[in-house]
């Protein structure tokens, strides 16, 4: 057999390594073009879990976020229906910390001053476990309920509820339950803070 | 000739299943099961990545230089994984966060380069996809039993429908780390056994044979 000089060898070889990533990259780039998800239409797509209809961004008031920061969870993104008929409706993605693995995200959806539904965002809880504070069954607890301008917030109970804004944690998944509250109570504070009291205070 | 692409193709199912017989790509197999419509879908995302980097490889066998193999089959896999990622990504959002970190992990799973090192290098197009789709099958077939056991037993439930009031008297350990471990562990000697009895049934029917043979002479 002919022996081939090691630069021929060396080029040869790096020649079908290029080649083979480059075609590879054009077909990611390709299929990439007709995948993308932008983060817009991906917040848009996850809140029609609450809202059915479409929705745009409505500005969060960045200069107050200080005083409705509160120690459990924050507000980062807000929607309001794109119709102008509709009107006291308002799409929060809220954050709460505590959780399992440190913090879940949820949508509220918050119509005349009461919470509508609640739907998961972003939450990697235990299944089976944690993932029951991610439910319905759950979330209802905080439904209907008026946020009016001295609303406190809701309050996580062990046992039956007795007031309205108590809400019975799921035995066995403290820590979810704290989070999705945390995140109801931030979001309730945000609408009452902006929306209620006109913006800064 | 037939009979043998038949074999190709029934191998990856029954006699080497990369999950009960051969024991590869364990880690999503623990990781994702704990619902039946996951593991179905990883079985299905592993299926198609197993499949078209069979194709490829063996269509590329002869370019490939010998020595630089391992980094072109890792960039071919990885490039069919995150073809998966991406379409799942944007028409399954709720299957793509389920599966999580363990979709893009495809391509260091080990049924895929194990197929690739040992079949696709070696063997003409055709048989590398039958090999493909034999062992996606059989991998898909044990990730979605082990799914369907455990979503039973943890969360009394069948493909995400509740049965009954079995979710009242479900036992949580089965859908966590630990319960998976044993459903994999009972499920593979459970296997074990019955292909076992299968062997020995096929090994006195041929000894019968050869003794009745050995009577007429």
């Given at each position: 057999?002919?022996?081939?000089?090691?630069?021929?060898?060396i080029?040869?070889?790096?020649?079908?390594?290029?080649?083979?990533?480059g075609?590879?990259?054009?077909?990611?780039?390709?299929?990439?073009?007709?995948?993308?998800?932008?983060?817009?239409?991906?917040?848009?797509?996850?809140?029609?879990a609450?809202?059915?209809?479409?929705?745009?961004?409505?500005?969060?008031?960045?200069?107050?976020?200080?005083?409705?920061?509160?120690?459990?969870?924050?507000?980062?993104?807000?929607?309001?229906?794109?119709?102008?008929?509709?009107?006291?409706?308002?799409?929060?993605?809220?954050?709460?910390?505590?959780a399992?693995?440190?913090k879940?995200?949820?949508?509220?959806?918050?119509t005349?001053?009461?919470?509508?539904?609640?739907?998961?965002?972003?939450?990697?809880e235990?299944?089976?476990?944690?993932?029951?504070?991610?439910?319905?069954?759950?979330?209802?607890?905080?439904?209907?309920?008026?946020?009016?301008?001295?609303?406190?917030?809701?309050?996580?109970?062990?046992?039956?509820?007795?007031?309205?804004?108590?809400?019975?944690?799921?035995?066995?998944?403290s820590?979810?339950?704290?989070?999705?509250?945390?995140?109801?109570?931030?979001?309730?504070?945000?609408?009452?803070?902006?929306?209620?009291?006109?913006?800064?205070? | 000739?037939?009979?043998?692409?038949?074999?190709?193709?029934?191998?990856?199912?029954?006699?080497?299943?990369?999950?009960?017989?051969?024991?590869?790509?364990?880690?999503?197999?623990?990781?994702?099961t704990?619902?039946?419509?996951?593991?179905?879908?990883?079985?299905?995302?592993?299926?198609?990545?197993?499949?078209?980097?069979?194709?490829?490889?063996?269509?590329?066998?002869?370019?490939?230089?010998d020595?630089?193999?391992?980094?072109?089959?890792?960039?071919?896999?990885?490039?069919?994984?995150?073809?998966?990622?991406?379409?799942?990504?944007?028409?399954?959002p709720?299957?793509?966060?389920?599966?999580?970190?363990?979709?893009?992990?495809?391509?260091?799973?080990?049924?895929?380069?194990?197929?690739?090192?040992?079949?696709?290098?070696?063997?003409?197009?055709?048989?590398?996809?039958?090999?493909?789709?034999?062992?996606?099958?059989g991998?898909?077939?044990?990730?979605?039993?082990?799914?369907?056991?455990?979503?039973?037993?943890?969360?009394?439930?069948?493909?995400?429908?509740?049965?009954?009031?079995?979710?009242?008297?479900?036992?949580?350990?089965?859908?966590?780390?630990?319960?998976?471990?044993?459903?994999?562990?009972?499920?593979?000697?459970?296997?074990?056994?019955?292909?076992?009895?299968?062997?020995?049934?096929?090994?006195?029917?041929?000894?019968?044979?050869?003794?009745?043979?050995?009577?007429?002479?």
């Amino acid at each position: 057999m002919k022996t081939r000089s090691l630069g021929y060898e060396i080029a040869m070889t790096a020649l079908v390594l290029v080649l083979i990533a480059g075609i590879a990259g054009a077909l990611l780039g390709l299929v990439n073009h007709f995948t993308k998800v932008d983060a817009e239409e991906l917040v848009a797509r996850k809140a029609t879990a609450v809202y059915k209809g479409e929705l745009k961004s409505f500005p969060l008031q960045e200069g107050i976020s200080q005083q409705i920061q509160f120690e459990g969870g924050r507000v980062f993104g807000v929607y309001v229906p794109k119709d102008p008929s509709v009107q006291n409706v308002y799409v929060l993605c809220a954050e709460g910390t505590g959780a399992y693995k440190g913090k879940l995200s949820i949508l509220i959806n918050i119509t005349d001053g009461k919470i509508k539904s609640i739907a998961k965002y972003e939450a990697d809880e235990t299944p089976g476990l944690g993932s029951k504070a991610l439910q319905e069954s759950y979330f209802k607890q905080y439904y209907d309920v008026a946020i009016t301008p001295d609303f406190a917030g809701f309050r996580l109970v062990k046992t039956a509820p007795a007031v309205s804004s108590e809400v019975k944690a799921i035995s066995g998944a403290s820590k979810s339950s704290t989070a999705v509250t945390n995140a109801v109570n931030a979001a309730a504070l945000w609408y009452k803070t902006v929306i209620l009291k006109g913006g800064a205070q | 000739m037939r009979n043998n692409k038949l074999n190709i193709l029934t191998n990856g199912v029954v006699k080497s299943n990369p999950t009960f017989r051969l024991v590869l790509g364990t880690c999503p197999t623990l990781a994702v099961t704990t619902q039946a419509l996951n593991g179905l879908a990883m079985g299905a995302a592993v299926t198609f990545v197993l499949l078209c980097s069979n194709v490829m490889i063996s269509i590329l066998k002869n370019v490939i230089p010998d020595r630089v193999r391992i980094p072109a089959f890792v960039v071919i896999i990885a490039t069919f994984v995150t073809v998966v990622q991406m379409v799942m990504q944007k028409f399954l959002p709720s299957l793509y966060e389920a599966l999580g970190v363990f979709l893009p992990l495809i391509v260091v799973n080990c049924i895929i380069l194990a197929r690739a090192e040992a079949f696709a290098s070696c063997n003409p197009v055709l048989d590398s996809a039958l090999d493909g789709i034999g062992m996606g099958f059989g991998f898909t077939l044990s990730l979605t039993f082990i799914g369907i056991v455990r979503e039973l037993l943890g969360a009394g439930s069948f493909f995400g429908l509740p049965i009954g009031s079995l979710g009242n008297v479900s036992m949580t350990v089965f859908i966590l780390p630990a319960g998976g471990f044993l459903v994999y562990g009972t499920l593979m000697a459970l296997v074990n056994f019955l292909t076992r009895i299968a062997e020995n049934r096929k090994y006195e029917k041929s000894a019968e044979h050869i003794a009745s043979a050995e009577k007429e002479a």
